[in-house]
């Protein structure tokens, strides 16, 4: 099966810094990258996905790049703010050929903390 | 007006017991999900269904038995609760299976005493 990798597991940024999370996976028939957001005793929140198709997304200060050749993706966090401050998982997805069955497989997650 | 809302938030319990947590979608979605969040955060795959329908059983102890009764909900039955099933238990969906956004609950968070 699928196998996610995230790095760092903890991110310490001050205010206003960029920040970089980034995760690679095993499966090149993986095709979707889902980045989801979980705040302390929440639930995750998804905040941006990317296909196999697309290179790079950007949605405001969030954006998400993929390498397929190298089989890494990274989130992409610009002017921080402390309530950036939660845990990030990256997960993949696939779907194989002739089949609509997929599953998402999560890193294990970057909790990243924004000091004011 | 919750999209995925799971009951009991809490759970506390003894070794031994058997409980259930109950999860509705509310989104239409055709495929539910239970996942499992250890104390390190991991989240887990335990079970998908589509259409009530189930898909993907990982290795998962036969104490846990998910039903769905229809599409738009997905319960969760755990027998002989062990220490080791502490956790936060997180109900989600998604339009179809694979390569979809998932929705999650707010979590069953299970204590084993």
């Known amino acids: 099966g699928e196998n996610v990798e995230q790095h760092p597991s903890t991110l310490s940024v001050q205010e206003g810094d960029s920040a970089v999370i980034k995760c690679t996976y095993s499966?090149?028939?993986?095709?979707?990258f889902p980045w989801y957001k979980q705040e302390l005793g929440k639930r995750p929140q998804l905040i941006i996905d990317i296909r196999s198709n697309v290179g790079e997304k950007k949605d405001q200060r969030i954006a998400v790049t993929l390498n397929k050749t190298a089989k890494h993706f990274s989130l992409h966090i610009t002017e921080t703010q402390p309530e950036d401050s939660a845990v990030y998982f990256c997960?993949?997805?696939?779907?194989?050929?002739?089949?609509?069955?997929?599953?998402?497989?999560f890193g294990r997650g970057t909790q990243l903390t924004v000091w004011p | 007006d919750t999209a995925v809302s799971q009951t009991p938030k809490y759970l506390v319990t003894q070794m031994g017991n058997d409980k259930s947590i109950k999860c509705e979608q509310n989104?239409?979605?055709?495929?539910m999900y239970w996942y499992k969040q250890d104390s390190k955060k991991f989240l887990k795959i335990m079970f998908s269904?589509?259409?009530?329908?189930?898909?993907i059983n990982e290795t998962v102890p036969n104490r846990f038995s998910p039903k769905s009764p229809d599409k738009a909900h997905l319960n969760l039955h755990i027998n002989s609760l062990e220490l080791g099933d502490s956790a936060v238990y997180f109900c989600?969906?998604?339009?179809?299976?694979?390569?979809?956004?998932?929705?999650f609950g707010d979590g069953t968070r299970l204590s084993i005493l």
């Open positions: 269904y589509n259409n009530k329908e189930l898909i």
């Open positions: 997960a993949a997805d696939r779907v194989d050929r002739g089949s609509t069955l997929g599953r998402l497989y």
């Open positions: 989104l239409g979605h055709d495929t």
């Open positions: 989600a969906s998604s339009p179809t299976t694979g390569n979809q956004p998932q929705h």
């Open positions: 499966d090149s028939a993986s095709n979707y």
